[in-house]
């Protein structure tokens, strides 16, 4: 420790002797321009440009991360809430980094007892008399010197934010002196930066009343000393350290890990005053400055251990602050600093205040950046990596649900392709079906319809309401009879068709039911058991109308005897025209032969020429003319020439015999010709009357019925194909809402990728950050 003390006066002494020969102790203008750009306080402005502008960027980021969020949130498979709420709790976080970035300055806080020169030394780096100054106790409470913004000067208290107007040191003084301010409260004083480069650089200073005053040094640490980054003891040079300015550091140091402590003996000019001071050699004079270098160090390096000898070495000072204030006052007036009444030694003082502002600003700077930044780029970092991980996350989580919804999105194509493809399959055939089983009921339909018609007889027969030949009662019977002939027919319709028809249809629906359920999704295939539920089973309606079709209907009730002429002749002419029917038929069924030679011969022996009638021609056509006169005669004439021709061919005994019994058949007739003959007649005559308008509606009737079949059957296949279709709209909606997801999970992946490329981006600024401010002091 010795040797660092004599290296260290030896070079002090050695510049007092050279003193006038060092140009930048004296600069003849006062401009110190070139020095404060090379000022190691410009590591700390540089350093906080940059990392205002990381943290700038990072809240820009973090701007952008949230609005990403907040879009995405509604999806809460791709992020969940705690991660929207971190990421949205980083824009608080950020903002309160950058208001603290924005009002971290260096601060440096001097101490010492009463009228030891705080405010003078702060007065002298300010290179202006800012702070009061003078014999005994000054300043009363915290001064904070700082820059202003504005480039006003002004001053503001805790009790009174309002600015206050700072004309003059005087005015200051007199303001200070005038607030009658507690010991433990602050002033702020602000003051013009282009006035001092010190608070251009950021530099804030602080002055405090005398530590021998108070024994509120805990509140003094509290309030003011947590945040500083330097710590100056002014000392009287005069004296030793004393216990209660040992007791403050003490204090300090156990709140803060090895705090920057420059001790300044100040009014070392006093000593070199006195005239027995003079006197003495050098070596006492060493001794003098030995002695209190030596308690100096052991005070900071045995009992506080907040650095080393070395480091001790070169923080203790030797100044005289009021020369130092004086010599640049008149350097900002254009003076020469030697002018006026200095000590001797002066040079060699001033040099020493100049080294201790050249390492004071080394090592504010040093501790600001290390003690202001390097917290504030380890939480940049935590942010950009916690924000890496949660975007590569998200990427991540994105790209995997948009693979999924690719692969649904292809799944539900494919199963659509499919359902279409099968579903005109399945209308071909259950078209196919239905045609099919239509023309089965209509041959069913006609043939039973048919077969009821030929036993119309007996539906008629069953009919037993009263008849009478009176007109208005046989007009309310044929009514009835038209009502029983339509039911009859219909029930015995229904009883042959209806059951086998159902049991048909049911099948149909059921088979297509279950063809088309297949095409259907497993939770819509229950519906179509709703298609088959009926209230009643399926039946088809006979619509014959009777009443309408028999409505034309004469009955022909006079009485006529059935061996009278007239009806004797009907009966051979309806007889001979259904003989020559069935034997034109018979003839026409009978496929043309090739004739051998004797039927050639025959047939040339008789020739049948068109005009020469034949036997059976002849006695059709005399059967015709007897006939017709006997229809047309209807009277007497007709009768004698019928009697006549009878009586001259057979004989009058004959036909007196026949005429008896003759006779007797038209009595016996004509008493049987009862109401009960009539309604007999009736119900023949309406029989053959219904059956011919019956048999005109066979083809309509059953065409009405395989209509209703075909009906039936075309509605269920409706409703299933309706379900379908309900389905395959559902799946292609289903693929226009994948496509949106997609789409979204697409852009949100990107967005994820480019957030967690621009915090690499920013991970990187910060390592290069702290690999140029922060380990270059390491």
């Excluded at 003390?5 to 102790?25: L, Q, V």
């Excluded at 493809?421 to 239509?438: A, C, D, G, P, R």
């Excluded at 061919?649 to 005429?659: A, D, F, K, M, P």
């Excluded at 789409?743 to 957030?755: C, G």
Aim: hydrophobic share 35%.
């Amino acid at each position: 420790m010795a040797a660092y003390i004599n290296r260290t006066i030896s070079m002090i002494s050695t510049d007092s002797g050279s003193a006038h020969s060092r140009g930048p102790i004296f600069p003849a203008n006062g401009d110190n321009r070139h020095y404060r750009e090379s000022s190691p306080l410009q590591i700390f402005v540089k350093a906080k440009k940059k990392i205002n502008d990381i943290f700038s960027e990072i809240n820009v980021y973090v701007q952008d991360s949230t609005k990403y969020v907040n879009t995405i949130q509604s999806n809460k498979t791709l992020i969940q809430d705690e991660e929207a709420k971190k990421i949205n709790d980083y824009v608080n976080k950020v903002k309160g980094i950058r208001e603290v970035l924005a009002r971290d300055h260096m601060k440096v806080a001097f101490f010492g007892r009463t009228s030891s020169g705080k405010s003078t030394v702060i007065n002298a780096m300010l290179r202006d008399k800012i702070l009061p100054s003078g014999i005994g106790h000054t300043t009363n409470c915290f001064v904070q010197v700082e820059g202003s913004e504005n480039g006003e000067a002004y001053l503001i208290t805790e009790a009174n934010s309002e600015k206050q107007n700072v004309m003059s040191v005087g005015k200051l003084a007199h303001a200070l002196c005038d607030e009658k301010l507690q010991e433990s409260q602050l002033v702020r004083i602000f003051w013009p930066r282009d006035k001092c480069s010190l608070l251009r650089d950021d530099v804030v200073l602080v002055d405090s009343p005398g530590v021998d005053i108070t024994p509120n040094l805990d509140e003094w640490i509290e309030k003011h000393c947590l945040d500083a980054d330097v710590f100056v003891l002014v000392a009287h040079a005069q004296s030793t350290l004393m216990i209660t300015e040992k007791s403050f550091f003490h204090k300090v140091s156990q709140r803060l890990s090895k705090p920057n402590i420059f001790l300044l003996n100040n009014h070392w000019d006093t000593s070199a005053s006195e005239p027995e001071y003079l006197d003495q050699d050098a070596n006492e004079q060493h001794r003098a400055r030995v002695q209190h270098t030596e308690r100096a160090i052991d005070f900071l390096v045995e009992e506080l251990k907040v650095c080393s000898q070395k480091e001790a070495a070169e923080r203790v000072f030797f100044i005289s602050a009021r020369e130092c204030l004086q010599a640049r006052c008149k350097e900002a007036q254009g003076q020469s600093i030697q002018n006026g009444a200095l000590a001797e030694g002066f040079p060699a003082r001033y040099f020493e205040f100049q080294d201790f502002e050249r390492k004071f600003e080394e090592c504010i700077s040093k501790s600001a950046v290390k003690t202001k930044f390097e917290q504030h780029v380890q939480r940049g970092k935590v942010i950009a990596n916690d924000m890496r991980v949660t975007m590569d996350t998200l990427y991540e989580r994105a790209q995997k649900l948009k693979s999924d919804k690719n692969e649904s999105k292809k799944e539900t194509y494919e199963k659509l392709n499919y359902t279409e493809q099968k579903l005109l399959l399945l209308t071909q055939q259950m078209k196919e079906k239905i045609q099919q089983m239509v023309s089965e009921t209509e041959e069913k339909v006609k043939k039973a319809l048919s077969e009821e018609i030929r036993r119309l007889s007996v539906l008629v027969e069953e009919f037993n309401a009263p008849f009478h030949s009176d007109a208005l009662v046989l007009n309310v019977y044929k009514r009835e009879l038209h009502a029983h002939v339509e039911s009859g027919l219909g029930s015995n319709l229904r009883a042959r068709l209806s059951n086998a028809l159902a049991m048909n249809i049911e099948s149909s629906q059921r088979e297509m039911t279950e063809h088309m359920s297949t095409l259907l999704p497993a939770d819509r295939r229950q519906q179509t058991l709703g298609i088959l539920a009926r209230r009643q089973p399926f039946e088809i309606l006979y619509r014959l109308n009777c009443d309408n079709l028999c409505a034309d209907f004469q009955e022909d009730l006079e009485f006529r005897f059935s061996w009278g002429v007239t009806s004797l002749i009907s009966r051979f002419v309806q007889g001979n025209s259904r003989h020559q029917m069935s034997l034109k038929n018979y003839v026409n069924q009978i496929p043309p032969t090739p004739p051998s030679s004797d039927e050639l011969w025959y047939s040339q022996e008789h020739v049948v020429y068109p005009n020469t009638p034949r036997s059976e021609d002849w006695l059709s056509g005399l059967a015709s003319r007897i006939a017709l006169a006997s229809v047309t005669s209807q009277g007497t004439i007709g009768g004698l020439l019928v009697s006549g021709f009878m009586l001259k061919t057979i004989g009058w005994r004959v036909v007196l015999v026949t005429g008896a019994i003759y006779g007797s058949m038209y009595l016996y007739e004509w008493i049987t010709w009862t109401n009960k003959a009539k309604e007999k007649a009736f119900k023949r005559q309406y029989v053959d009357h219904a059956t011919k308008k019956l048999r005109l509606i066979v083809d309509l009737t059953s065409a009405n019925c395989s209509h209703q079949v075909q009906q039936e059957l075309s509605s269920t296949f409706a409703r299933l194909c309706q379900l379908i279709d309900q389905a395959t709209s559902d799946m292609a909606s289903t693929m226009k809402e994948l496509e949106k997801e997609i789409q979204l999970l697409e852009s949100a992946a990107n967005s994820a990728k480019v957030l967690r490329n621009k915090s690499d981006y920013l991970a990187k600024e910060l390592d290069m950050f702290e690999e140029t401010y922060l380990r270059m002091y390491n």
